[in-house]
């Protein structure tokens, strides 16, 4: 195909959606093990079975097995909202005055807005063929709790919610949303479960983290008859079924001949990003090709920037599996900041472990910058961006201007991880010039990092 003539928008085929997951795992270096937090010793994938369905217990662990069949019935999920477009911010390109040609992979076309629903759908299909009686989840933003509300609708699920305080209070109609596809929701923290009780009269004030709820959701799981937990991003095995982001864009830069030099996503549990760079990180690990790649995360939870990667808990109530990953300290309570879906102390081992080797590299940025972006990248492109996919525009505006002063034409990729129309409050308060910029001092963060678990390797 002629470069001079690469259409807005590319789409595959329903023949050309990827009918497996790539697992990433099986080209790294291996990972450090999970810890049971009560032995310290390394967990066998029977020891998550209390806490998962079995199938995804499984994926978890599973560093060997290369490439994943999905399920008959989560590709019939998939073809109602995928494949996801890969579009040419040809607009954008002309406004940054770049030689660049950039490209985003468009993930907000369903209804939860986002990602999200890929891996939902893949949670609740394992969960329902085990014959579980319900599933239990925390959310950020709301994204993923709306795309598992969505997905635990479609396969009969019930389906407990804990969002974090703070997005609950700023995003009333997510609410609305999620208990139309019948499930129900609660504030995070909050007095339903023991670790919520005792959040609360420590930090009476909390406007809640991802940590905590993450504590509500496992306690109440694991105290619920047939009931299992799920997660929205961080584990091995959510990064698994977010390969189909990947896997498409690839497809699709293929049938235009291209192939990108910078890869950029938001980062905060990452879904998203690990997702995104799946097979592209496999051809750099493999020698085949060797992008740059680039996460973005906020300024005021810089848990790769300037954490510590060593072993923590993935939850602020010290119940879950210790895993090595970047880390601000379980402890840690970002500041009630705009992103909510980055508001994670911590970051996936296998993001952490890549990063920790040099695979990858890694920026933050103030929230005001991010939504100077958003804003650029709406009037241009005409999609409004969540604030958690405007990191990853800001990381790739930055990189086309570097192009501009160099004068080299690189192929840029960026995940826009979804929409941002549940989020008019933030830009409200950016376009009202209330919004405030919040980064952690260097005590802030040593509060947090003097609360790690002591543990050798």
């Known amino acids: 195909m002629n470069k001079n003539s690469i259409p807005h928008r590319i789409y595959l085929t329903e023949d050309q959606m990827p009918k497996q997951w790539y697992n990433l795992r099986a080209d790294m270096d291996a990972l450090p093990p999970l810890l049971n937090p009560g032995t310290g010793q390394p967990l066998k994938e029977e020891d998550l079975y209390p806490i998962f369905a079995k199938a995804l217990a499984h994926q978890e662990m599973d560093a060997a097995t290369r490439y994943v069949d999905i399920p008959e019935a989560v590709q019939d999920f998939y073809k109602m909202y995928r494949p996801s477009p890969l579009i040419r911010a040809y607009n954008l390109e002309k406004y940054l005055d770049t030689p660049a040609k950039i490209y985003y992979k468009f993930e907000g076309n369903n209804t939860s807005g986002s990602h999200k629903l890929n891996s939902a759908a893949a949670q609740a299909y394992y969960a329902k063929a085990e014959g579980l009686k319900g599933l239990t989840t925390e959310t950020g933003a709301g994204q993923w709790g709306t795309a598992l509300a969505e997905a635990c609708s479609f396969f009969g699920l019930p389906l407990i919610v804990y969002m974090v305080k703070c997005s609950y209070e700023q995003k009333p ?73 990947g896997l498409e864009s690839m497809t699709a830069l293929e049938l235009i001949d291209e192939y990108p030099d910078v890869i950029v996503g938001c980062a905060g549990g990452g879904s998203n990003l690990g997702g995104l760079i799946a097979p592209f990180m496999r051809d750099k690990l493999t ?17 790769m920037t300037r954490g510590r990667y060593a072993y923590d808990f993935c939850d602020t109530g010290r119940v879950t599996p210790l895993a090595k990953m970047y880390t601000l300290g379980c402890d840690f309570i970002p500041s009630a900041n705009h992103a909510g879906g980055l508001r994670y102390h911590g970051m996936s081992p296998i993001l952490s472990k890549l990063y920790h080797d040099g695979q990858m590299e890694a920026i933050s940025v103030e929230q005001t910058k991010v939504f100077e972006a958003a804003t650029t990248f709406a009037k241009q492109e005409t999609i409004l961006p969540a604030p958690e996919s405007a990191h990853a525009i800001y990381g790739a505006m930055q990189e086309a201007l570097k192009c501009k002063e160099s004068g080299e034409a690189k192929t840029i990729l960026f995940g826009l991880t979804g929409t941002g129309y549940f989020d008019m409050v933030a830009y409200q308060s950016f376009m009202d010039k209330k919004m405030q910029d919040y980064i952690p001092t260097d005590a802030d963060l040593e509060r947090g990092f003097s609360q790690l678990p002591k543990v050798e390797d």
Do not use: M
Request: net charge neutral.
């Open 173 to 245: 109609f997510r609410k609305s949303v999620i208990q139309t596809f019948g499930a129900d929701i609660i504030p995070s923290p909050s007095d339903t479960t023991e670790v919520g009780r005792a959040i609360l009269k420590a930090h009476p004030d909390t406007t809640g983290s991802l940590g905590c709820a993450i504590s509500e959701a496992v306690e109440k799981a694991t105290s619920t008859e047939g009931y299992r937990y799920v997660l929205g991003s961080v584990l091995n095995q959510v990064l698994l079924h977010q390969s189909v982001i």
């Open 287 to 303: 020698g085949k090709a060797n992008p740059r790649i680039v996460a973005v995360e906020p300024a005021s939870c810089p848990s």
